[in-house]
């Protein structure tokens, strides 16, 4: 089974390199290039030898954030190799236990594994200053990279359960949101530190040493800076870790490969009979329904909350710059930000909706209806959103005077994205997951179309956009007129293009929809 | 419509009252048409995908108020034929016409007249099935009062009033099939076409979607079903047309098609292949 499993893995990784013949050149110059930066790595790893006290310092903390990265990418690429996911075993007869070892072994035969081991390599050198420091080395680090794994393998098996069912979804969605907010005071405060990195890395290490994800990478150091006994404890502290994530697994994998899709009936919706929920609000039109089907997308699809939920945290990274280099304007730019990724977001909209689309299609649905009703919920939470952003940027930056500008330019961002996203959501639809699949999935082969058809959307939204965002610069090079004038002219800037985009893309939606229906049922 | 009656459809000829040419969107239920012309008429529709061609050039009528049965094997180009018929596919060559209206030319007008059952499409299942049926009438821009009322007859009409409030993702298959037959019915068209309606749909609900359809039938209103299932389209249907690899092999009345032998056997030798089964001796387990 072992061998099978890593047949298959080693299979894979040679049928990258059987497709066309332009993806395998891109294939292995990716190799290459990151070849390059790992050896770099491993070797920049390896030199910590010359001084222990620095090799103490970083490799506890830097091993610990390995395994943290190890077990929050399959998260966020969930999905992206689902060769080993269990589910997918269960209608062969293999007994758990050697499923679990094989799909470890599987997961071994991998590049993102073996840029680890490189550089695990690396720690390996750093490490061997005497006999016993060497091999107590070559194990711990071995130990910290199998608990990498199986780490990894058992977020994913955990995961798998999780998003599939509703409820696990909204947990999920919960801890991304975690994730963020946490991430910014961390970036704030390692920016802070400035002066004093190695001291904060000390102590850094000194807490990863004891928790369980830094045992393995602590141990050794210990050991080659003489406290012997210490350093075999952490040592047995990570075997035992290792021993505990391994059941974890066993005992997930055990579960999915038993009922590979239980995870999905349980915990179903129900709403009172004859309640329409949001169907039953506002104007009795069909821009508006199709506005409450969206809305009630969002709320109930795990693929549109994932960007609704990370949109609005993306321009609070401008406060880095503002809380650590001193840049005080900055924050003024929080709202187009915002306002620009709003309306940026909607460019793929009707991708997301699949072959469902043919509803639209069938009930030839007027085209400005459809355009207009897909908008609305986008545009009800931008409005007060973006405004709040504009004033808590200007608040910031001591900078009311600028706030009209400021509007005014979101106003004409928003705009300008809606009417490119009215119009390239039809003519530019792009493959992403599919109804049900994980948020994060991106199917296979669709890297090229995406980028291009995400960059056409970012650069004619910004052009359509230009002569407000030339009055807004020059109201903030110091031309008291042009605040007032970018307040005026964006605002009518933005409602005008989204009247037109609208327009447009009503139009083209009659003449296209059963072309765009078909581009969506192939993929 | 919606009242489910025991009747048995059969077949019931073309010629019925009229009742005005474009039907507005409140009008209660089907009321048949005008007595002459086909229900669906299709000129020379032909489809290529790139170097394929799945349907090469049919011509077909469809009589009015007729149960029409389209039967082919597996990759025929039913599935392709209908979506081109329903406005949901630009043929390659061709033209269709509902009650007289040409699909491409002047598609609104047509797809008032029909209800769609696609096979294999997905639908909005993160709506309540109640949701789903009467948001697909608010597509068609019917006022929501009326859509709802309607929503709420078909739902126990078809046997999902108790599954109302769950969301269509959770329905089983036979249970979707019927949500999106009840979304098909609701703005009361006069054409209905079926893709595959009785896969997957147990005995007890396929027999409240047959009588359903009997009764639109009975009132003037014309089906037209796709199926590769023989036994049910002889009970069902008054009319049917064999189509095999894109091309039409045979069409017209349900006795005039099968000419003495059961619909399966005349199918059999239209379409070609043989039913002996060669190798596979290992299946049979005497031979141990």
């Given at each position: 089974m072992v061998a099978h499993l890593v047949r298959l893995k080693l299979t894979l990784l040679r049928n990258m390199l059987r497709r066309s013949r332009a993806q395998a050149i891109g294939v292995v110059l990716a190799i290459v290039y990151f070849g390059f930066i790992v050896v770099a790595l491993a070797f920049g790893v390896a030199s910590l030898r010359a001084d222990l006290d620095l090799a103490v310092a970083v490799i506890p903390v830097v091993g610990a954030v390995a395994v943290v990265l190890w077990s929050l990418v399959p998260l966020f690429s969930f999905g992206s190799d689902p060769t080993l996911d269990p589910g997918r075993f269960a209608t062969f007869a293999v007994p758990p236990r050697q499923l679990a070892i094989g799909l470890i072994a599987g997961a071994l035969v991998g590049l993102p594994v073996i840029a680890t081991m490189l550089i695990a390599l690396g720690v390996m050198v750093a490490?061997?200053?005497?006999?016993?420091?060497?091999?107590?080395?070559a194990v711990s680090t071995a130990v910290g990279v199998l608990t990498a794994v199986t780490m990894s393998r058992w977020v994913t098996a955990v995961a798998t359960s999780a998003l599939s069912s509703r409820r696990g979804k909204d947990v999920m969605g919960v801890l991304a949101l975690i994730l963020l907010v946490l991430f910014s005071?961390?970036?704030?405060?390692?920016?802070?530190?400035?002066?004093?990195?190695?001291?904060?890395?000390?102590?850094?290490?000194?807490?990863?040493?004891?928790?369980?994800?830094?045992?393995?990478?602590?141990?050794?150091?210990?050991?080659?800076?003489?406290?012997?006994?210490?350093?075999?404890?952490?040592?047995?502290?990570?075997?035992?870790?290792?021993?505990?994530?391994?059941?974890?697994?066993?005992?997930?994998?055990?579960?999915?490969?038993?009922?590979?899709?239980?995870?999905?009936?349980?915990?179903?919706?129900?709403?009172?009979?004859?309640?329409?929920?949001?169907?039953?609000?506002?104007?009795?039109?069909?821009?508006?329904?199709?506005?409450?089907?969206?809305?009630?997308?969002?709320?109930r699809d795990p693929r549109y909350q994932a960007g609704m939920l990370l949109t609005p945290f993306v321009p609070l990274a401008?406060?880095?710059?503002?809380?650590?280099?001193?840049?005080?304007?900055?924050?003024?730019?929080?709202?187009?930000?915002?306002?620009?990724?709003?309306?940026?977001?909607?460019?793929?909209?009707?991708?997301?909706?699949?072959?469902?689309?043919?509803?639209?299609?069938?009930?030839?649905?007027?085209?400005?209806?459809?355009?207009?009703?897909?908008?609305?919920?986008?545009?009800?939470?931008?409005?007060?959103?973006?405004?709040?952003?504009?004033?808590?940027?200007?608040?910031?930056a001591g900078r009311f005077d600028l706030l009209p500008a400021v509007l005014g330019l979101s106003a004409a961002l928003l705009g300008a994205g809606y009417a490119v996203s009215s119009v390239l959501s039809i003519v530019m639809p792009y493959p992403v997951a599919k109804p049900g699949e994980s948020p994060f999935a991106t199917p296979p082969g669709a890297t090229g179309i995406t980028l291009v058809a995400q960059l056409v959307a970012a650069m004619s939204s910004v052009l359509l956009a230009a002569p407000p965002i030339v009055l807004a610069l020059l109201a903030w090079s110091g031309a008291g007129w042009a605040v007032a004038a970018t307040a005026v002219v964006g605002l009518a800037w933005g409602v005008l293009l989204f009247e037109v985009g609208v327009r447009v893309g009503g139009r083209i939606y009659e003449r296209r929809s059963p072309e765009l229906l078909m581009s969506l049922t192939a993929n | 419509m919606t009242e489910s009656s025991t009747t048995e459809s059969s077949t019931t000829e073309a010629g019925f009252a009229a009742a005005g040419e474009t039907a507005p969107a409140d009008l209660p239920a089907p009321r048949g048409g005008p007595a002459e012309g086909p229900a669906v008429a299709i000129r020379g529709l032909g489809k290529r995908f790139g170097d394929v061609i799945a349907v090469k050039g049919i011509d077909l009528d469809v009589p009015r108020g007729s149960f029409f049965g389209l039967v082919g094997p597996n990759g025929a180009g039913k599935t392709t034929t209908l979506s081109m018929v329903t406005g949901l596919l630009r043929p390659t060559v061709g033209q269709a016409f509902v009650l007289g209206?040409?699909?491409?030319?002047?598609?609104?007008?047509?797809?008032?007249?029909?209800?769609?059952?696609?096979?294999?499409?997905?639908?909005?299942?993160?709506?309540?099935?109640?949701?789903?049926?009467?948001?697909?009438?608010?597509?068609?821009?019917?006022?929501?009062?009326?859509?709802?009322?309607?929503?709420?007859?078909?739902?126990?009409?078809?046997?999902?009033?108790?599954?109302?409030?769950?969301?269509?993702?959770?329905?089983?298959?036979?249970?979707?099939?019927?949500?999106?037959?009840?979304?098909?019915?609701?703005?009361?068209?006069?054409?209905?076409?079926?893709?595959e309606p009785f896969e997957a749909v147990d005995p007890v609900s396929s027999a409240t979607i047959r009588s359903i359809l009997g009764d639109f039938v009975e009132s003037g209103g014309t089906v037209i079903l796709s199926s590769h299932v023989m036994d049910l389209v002889e009970r069902l249907c008054s009319?049917?047309?064999?189509?095999?690899?894109?091309?039409?092999?045979?069409?017209?009345?349900?006795?005039?098609?099968?000419?003495?032998?059961?619909?399966?056997?005349?199918f059999v030798s239209l379409v070609g292949g043989t039913t002996q089964v060669e190798g596979l001796s290992w299946l049979r387990t005497s031979s141990d």
């Amino acid at each position: 089974m072992v061998a099978h499993l890593v047949r298959l893995k080693l299979t894979l990784l040679r049928n990258m390199l059987r497709r066309s013949r332009a993806q395998a050149i891109g294939v292995v110059l990716a190799i290459v290039y990151f070849g390059f930066i790992v050896v770099a790595l491993a070797f920049g790893v390896a030199s910590l030898r010359a001084d222990l006290d620095l090799a103490v310092a970083v490799i506890p903390v830097v091993g610990a954030v390995a395994v943290v990265l190890w077990s929050l990418v399959p998260l966020f690429s969930f999905g992206s190799d689902p060769t080993l996911d269990p589910g997918r075993f269960a209608t062969f007869a293999v007994p758990p236990r050697q499923l679990a070892i094989g799909l470890i072994a599987g997961a071994l035969v991998g590049l993102p594994v073996i840029a680890t081991m490189l550089i695990a390599l690396g720690v390996m050198v750093a490490w061997s200053h005497t006999v016993l420091s060497t091999v107590v080395g070559a194990v711990s680090t071995a130990v910290g990279v199998l608990t990498a794994v199986t780490m990894s393998r058992w977020v994913t098996a955990v995961a798998t359960s999780a998003l599939s069912s509703r409820r696990g979804k909204d947990v999920m969605g919960v801890l991304a949101l975690i994730l963020l907010v946490l991430f910014s005071p961390v970036l704030i405060a390692l920016s802070n530190a400035g002066g004093d990195v190695l001291g904060v890395a000390r102590s850094v290490s000194t807490v990863a040493g004891w928790t369980p994800l830094g045992w393995a990478w602590a141990a050794p150091g210990d050991i080659a800076l003489g406290h012997v006994a210490l350093g075999l404890l952490r040592l047995a502290l990570a075997l035992g870790f290792l021993w505990v994530l391994g059941r974890l697994w066993l005992s997930a994998l055990t579960r999915l490969v038993e009922n590979p899709r239980s995870s999905a009936r349980p915990g179903a919706a129900t709403v009172a009979d004859g309640d329409l929920g949001l169907l039953d609000r506002g104007p009795d039109t069909v821009a508006a329904a199709v506005a409450m089907r969206v809305l009630i997308y969002w709320w109930r699809d795990p693929r549109y909350q994932a960007g609704m939920l990370l949109t609005p945290f993306v321009p609070l990274a401008l406060l880095v710059p503002y809380f650590t280099a001193d840049i005080g304007w900055v924050t003024l730019l929080m709202a187009p930000l915002l306002a620009f990724l709003m309306a940026w977001g909607e460019h793929n909209a009707v991708a997301y909706e699949a072959d469902a689309f043919w509803m639209h299609v069938a009930a030839g649905t007027p085209g400005q209806a459809d355009r207009r009703g897909r908008l609305v919920p986008s545009v009800l939470i931008a409005t007060p959103l973006v405004s709040a952003y504009a004033v808590a940027g200007a608040w910031l930056a001591g900078r009311f005077d600028l706030l009209p500008a400021v509007l005014g330019l979101s106003a004409a961002l928003l705009g300008a994205g809606y009417a490119v996203s009215s119009v390239l959501s039809i003519v530019m639809p792009y493959p992403v997951a599919k109804p049900g699949e994980s948020p994060f999935a991106t199917p296979p082969g669709a890297t090229g179309i995406t980028l291009v058809a995400q960059l056409v959307a970012a650069m004619s939204s910004v052009l359509l956009a230009a002569p407000p965002i030339v009055l807004a610069l020059l109201a903030w090079s110091g031309a008291g007129w042009a605040v007032a004038a970018t307040a005026v002219v964006g605002l009518a800037w933005g409602v005008l293009l989204f009247e037109v985009g609208v327009r447009v893309g009503g139009r083209i939606y009659e003449r296209r929809s059963p072309e765009l229906l078909m581009s969506l049922t192939a993929n | 419509m919606t009242e489910s009656s025991t009747t048995e459809s059969s077949t019931t000829e073309a010629g019925f009252a009229a009742a005005g040419e474009t039907a507005p969107a409140d009008l209660p239920a089907p009321r048949g048409g005008p007595a002459e012309g086909p229900a669906v008429a299709i000129r020379g529709l032909g489809k290529r995908f790139g170097d394929v061609i799945a349907v090469k050039g049919i011509d077909l009528d469809v009589p009015r108020g007729s149960f029409f049965g389209l039967v082919g094997p597996n990759g025929a180009g039913k599935t392709t034929t209908l979506s081109m018929v329903t406005g949901l596919l630009r043929p390659t060559v061709g033209q269709a016409f509902v009650l007289g209206r040409d699909v491409w030319a002047d598609p609104v007008a047509a797809k008032r007249l029909l209800g769609i059952l696609p096979d294999g499409l997905r639908t909005f299942d993160r709506l309540t099935g109640l949701q789903l049926i009467t948001y697909s009438g608010l597509l068609r821009g019917m006022p929501r009062e009326l859509a709802a009322e309607r929503a709420t007859e078909l739902v126990n009409a078809l046997g999902l009033a108790s599954a109302q409030g769950k969301l269509v993702v959770d329905y089983s298959a036979g249970m979707t099939k019927k949500v999106t037959l009840a979304s098909a019915l609701i703005h009361g068209p006069r054409v209905l076409v079926l893709d595959e309606p009785f896969e997957a749909v147990d005995p007890v609900s396929s027999a409240t979607i047959r009588s359903i359809l009997g009764d639109f039938v009975e009132s003037g209103g014309t089906v037209i079903l796709s199926s590769h299932v023989m036994d049910l389209v002889e009970r069902l249907c008054s009319h049917v047309a064999v189509i095999a690899d894109g091309q039409l092999l045979a069409h017209g009345a349900l006795d005039d098609v099968r000419a003495g032998q059961s619909l399966e056997q005349r199918f059999v030798s239209l379409v070609g292949g043989t039913t002996q089964v060669e190798g596979l001796s290992w299946l049979r387990t005497s031979s141990d």
